[in-house]
């Protein structure tokens, strides 16, 4: 293949003036209706010079003309009964005299056709309306609708036709009726599908039946000419839409800058300039007015995100990404989250403070182990047996835990390009990636033995994400993520959770403050070792100790906080537990349930009897065995139980 559809390079900015996005409905398949273009139809490549002299030229010597090039006065190669050329896999040879007779040429420049009386060539007939010839820019000839139909424009014609048809029984069935409309909708896909693909089956050189360079080519030309004629149309001044931009192109859309308009004005220039387009181009060439983004950012080539709107009287604003880690399925719920949440803010309220403030605080939550581990999973395809097997090759993290999981159990072998989910926890200093991961099974049932590695979250997945956006609004994430707001935050989560029963009951007798002596009174670098976080205050203290020295020293303000988090933690872990009873996921061994009800299956924690007439019930139930890794409620309740 020699053409390529035309994509335009982005001008990366956030553009708070309306982007309009105007695309082309089914440009190849329309391209094929609108100019026949069809296997059965192709006419071959142009001729070059040496073939039209020889074919037009009404003066000279004929001997001298076949000294020069080869071919007698009535021969064109491959189109006047001269050799064949060379068509896609085979040769073309039509019949002497076709391509004349179609672009008006006269029996003088030598077309001819062979005479059914005495076998002498006899003038070919001059018409008056010749029907001519079609060239696509990549020179290639094809014969018009009137001359040949071809058989592609009138499948493709069938099939867009059906597809209006299913879309307009789509825009009025009732909005009750969700079956029919999914069915419907799922049916015009469906036929996209089918329209969109016939543009591959021309071009499959390796896989398909039948390839055809030529044709392949045309259809892509076609397309790249269409839509550059549509920017010079953009481009043209017309006081309709006065100052508008083309700022991105790819392959059928366009995207138009309207700097200055409102919201209204640029639909309606935006409608103006799909009239005009479809206006220049023959049917069934379309220009649609699609969306218009108020605002957008930009990114690079089929990256883009911002609020769309798809008519001039929508009031809410639809968020819409393509391309970005928020459209994507292998990033993290945590990056899509923020980056979602980020975006939003930038485009509500033009602050980037605010969305400073929300990234800092968001990653001082995952520093403090504040974020549920179902937020933290990647989920990315493996394709096992396709990875080198040469020494020192790195295999994909996904792949590493499938060969861990088949280690253990050769039936959990995940089928081909099957997502395998994976989490990456603390290793050594300086370890590989590769070293650092693990299933989150393993660690939601590893009781704390495995941490979530919060520095690789923060610096190697939401900062370069987020700084690929943000850093077109001049917004430098890494930096804010070595912020003291952002780097403070972690320990003033666990103070604040940790705090609120001595707050209220013990006043402001605050152990923190002798935690933080305590602290600062070290001075040699063992004395760091082997520490853990006291179960009280949250701060650093030596490992054989669960309370550090400060909360130690007032036993009852301890002795509160540890109760008061024990009974918060069962009332939670009660909670979870009725759910997934609910949800089925129970039938393990038989455990007492640990809560009463009142009345038409109303639960009371703990059974208490001095509340109403609830009444203590001697219910046994089977423990849950649930390990679904798609349900958020799974890893709460391995959170809750290694908490407890």
């Known amino acids: 293949m020699e053409c390529l559809p035309l994509v335009m390079e982005p001008e990366s900015k956030l553009y708070v003036d309306p982007v309009a996005v105007l695309d082309f409905a089914s440009l190849y398949p329309s391209v094929v209706c609108a100019y026949n273009l069809c296997y059965s139809t192709c006419l071959g490549k142009v001729p070059d010079q040496r073939d039209l002299d020889a074919m037009f030229d009404e003066t000279g010597d004929e001997k001298e003309k076949a000294s020069l090039t080869g ?22 040879a039509l019949p002497p005299g076709l391509l004349p007779a179609m672009l008006r040429a006269s029996h003088k420049n030598g077309a001819r056709r062979p005479s059914d009386a005495d076998g002498e060539p006899e003038p070919a007939p001059r018409s008056e309306n010749p029907p001519g010839v079609t060239v696509t820019p990549n020179g290639v000839m094809f014969a018009p609708k009137n001359v040949r139909p071809g058989i592609l424009p009138r499948l493709l014609a069938e099939i867009l036709d059906t597809r209006a048809m299913v879309k307009s029984c789509l825009k009025h069935a009732p909005a009750d009726a969700k079956a029919r409309r999914r069915a419907l909708n799922a049916k015009q896909f469906g036929l996209k599908l089918i329209a969109n693909v016939t543009y591959g089956y021309t071009a499959a050189g390796f896989s398909g039946r039948m390839p055809m360079a030529e044709l392949a080519d045309a259809i892509v030309q ?8 549509a920017i010079r149309t953009v481009h043209s001044g017309d006081a309709r839409w006065r100052g508008a931009r083309v700022v991105y192109g790819d392959t059928d859309s366009l995207f138009v800058h309207f700097p200055g308009y409102s919201k209204a004005s640029a639909f309606d220039a935006a409608a103006a300039i799909a009239a005009a387009v479809t206006a220049d181009n023959p049917d069934p060439v379309t220009l649609k007015l699609e969306k218009v983004y108020h605002p957008c950012i930009l990114a690079t080539k ?5 609020h769309a709107y798809e008519s001039p009287t929508q009031r809410a604003p639809l968020f819409d990404a393509k391309g970005i880690e928020v459209a994507r399925r292998d990033n993290c719920p945590l990056l899509v989250k923020t980056q979602r949440v980020a975006l939003q803010l930038l485009f509500h309220n033009k602050d980037l403070s ?8 968001h990653v001082a939550k995952l520093r403090a182990g504040r974020i549920p581990l179902g937020d933290l999973v990647f989920a990315k395809e493996t ?7 040469t020494p020192g090759a790195q295999k994909p993290p996904a792949a ?6 088949m280690a253990r159990d050769p039936r959990a072998e995940p089928k081909f390009g099957e997502r395998v989910p994976y989490v990456v926890v603390c290793g050594e200093p300086g370890g590989r990636l590769m070293d650092m991961i693990a299933h989150p099974r393993a660690v939601a049932e590893a009781r704390g033995t495995l941490r979530i590695n919060a520095k690789y979250y923060g610096d190697k997945v939401i900062a370069p994400a987020m700084q690929r956006l943000l850093g077109l609004v001049g917004a430098d994430v890494s930096a804010w993520l070595r912020e003291p707001a952002a780097l403070a935050s972690a320990n003033d989560f666990a103070k604040r959770a940790f705090a609120a029963p001595l707050a209220s009951t013990f006043g402001s007798s605050s152990p923190f403050e002798n935690a933080r002596k305590h602290q600062s009174a070290r001075r040699n670098i063992d004395q760091f070792f082997l520490s853990v976080r006291c179960a009280v205050c949250g701060e650093l203290t030596e490992a054989p100790r669960i309370v550090c020295v400060a909360c130690a020293s007032s036993p009852g303000a301890a002795a509160a906080t540890l109760a008061w988090r024990a009974a918060a933690l069962e009332r939670d872990a009660a909670k979870l537990a009725r759910v997934c009873l609910g949800c089925g996921g129970g039938g393990g061994a038989v455990t007492p349930a640990g809560f009463a009800f009142r ?6 924690s703990g059974g208490d009897p001095g509340k109403g007439h609830a009444r203590e019930v001697s219910l046994s139930v089977g423990a849950v065995e649930c390990v679904s890794l798609d349900c958020a409620l799974f890893y709460r309740r391995r959170k809750t139980e290694t908490e407890l």
């Open 383 to 389: 394709r096992l047996g396709t990875y080198s097997k």
């Open 354 to 361: 605010l969305v400073k403030r929300y990234v800092q605080r």
């Open 400 to 405: 590493i835990v499938a060969e861990s999981l």
């Open 71 to 92: 071919l007698r006065a009535d021969q064109v190669a491959g189109l006047g009964g001269g050799p064949p050329r060379k068509l896609g896999c085979h040769e073309l």
């Open 302 to 306: 089929k990256r883009y995100v911002g």
């Open 222 to 229: 076609c397309g790249r000419d269409t839509l550059e004629r």
């Open 599 to 604: 009345g038409c299956g109303e639960f009371i």
